[in-house]
């Protein structure tokens, strides 16, 4: 017997809602309905999928079997109907783009702005994340696309968008001894204390490959934060050193709150790459990026 999927959909609502209550609320039926319903369910795959506890519904071996296959066939629905819309223009679509911050703040505006212009009903979300986070989201189809650096992984894409960059900068407060120093040798950084994401963030890797390839120590961080805005306020008020993308700390300067060191050795410039899964390309995606091309040229 096959899976019904309005079946399948009530057992997701459970999984999500974590109780029969909130998953009926969110499906706008009765709780005895929704419990018919999963018992349907239960006798077609012909196991128990939930244990009925105080707390609410927790999951058998069974249901977490059946987890993967359930949310795979939603997704594969949802899918097919944007193909559909797809093949009808795309002025009711929708459209998901995941960035890292610096990205998501300099370079997908403009393209928005002009996606936005020639299809008013178009809707769109933006993600913000680090390269690791976003990979798994492309994969696991919360988002449509990407805007990182490089990703390197099975079912993911490179499409072409030349000319998509920031840079890498040392950022201080306006009052801290280095700034206004001219040109400032790595070595001397070797005794300031930084403030910096954790270990496995692709920026503090990058950074740290970067002084193992001068010769030099790794940075004094006294401070870890995957927070963009902790990291400034600290650097402002702290007398403390980071480490950040151009566009992240433009406001920042532009306020006087902070000012950017001439390290020459520390000055990277980062390529930015569009990402999307390996199979169908919604037509929004490819005028995204039709469009970030066109906004985001010289």
Do not use: N
């Amino acid at each position: 017997m096959s899976l019904d999927p309005r079946h399948l959909d009530a057992f997701l609502a459970v999984v999500e809602g974590g109780s029969l209550g909130r998953a009926a609320r969110a499906l706008g039926v009765t709780q005895p309905a929704l419990s018919r319903i999963i018992r349907r369910l239960e006798s077609a795959a012909g196991a128990e999928l939930f244990s009925r506890e105080a707390k609410g519904m927790d999951l058998t071996t069974f249901g977490e079997a059946l987890l993967p296959h359930a949310r795979l066939i939603r997704e594969q629905s949802r899918e097919a109907m944007e193909e559909i819309q797809a093949l009808r223009g795309l002025g009711k679509g929708e459209l998901r783009i995941g960035a890292v911050a610096s990205a998501a703040i300099s370079l997908a505006p403009p393209a928005i702005e002009v996606m936005l212009r020639r299809w008013p009903s178009l809707k769109i979300e933006v993600m913000e994340a680090v390269e690791d986070r976003l990979a798994d989201a492309l994969l696991a189809r919360e988002v449509d696309l990407l805007i990182a650096g490089e990703i390197e992984q099975e079912g993911i894409v490179r499409m072409s968008a030349p000319g998509l960059h920031d840079r890498y900068q040392v950022v201080a407060a306006p009052d801290h001894w280095l700034a206004g120093q001219g040109s400032i040798p790595l070595r001397r950084l070797a005794a300031e204390r930084w403030v910096m994401p954790p270990l496995d963030a692709p920026p503090r890797r990058q950074f740290h490959d970067l002084a193992a390839s001068l010769g030099e120590p790794p940075p004094r961080v006294v401070i870890e934060s995957r927070s963009t805005a902790t990291v400034k306020a600290l650097v402002a008020q702290g007398g403390l050193l980071a480490w950040l993308p151009e566009p992240l700390t433009l406001p920042d300067r532009r306020a006087g709150m902070l000012v950017e060191l001439d390290v020459p050795e520390l000055v990277v410039v980062r390529k930015f790459h569009v990402y999307r899964r390996r199979g169908f390309v919604p037509p929004a995606v490819t005028r995204f990026v039709e469009a970030l091309g066109k906004a985001c040229a010289p």
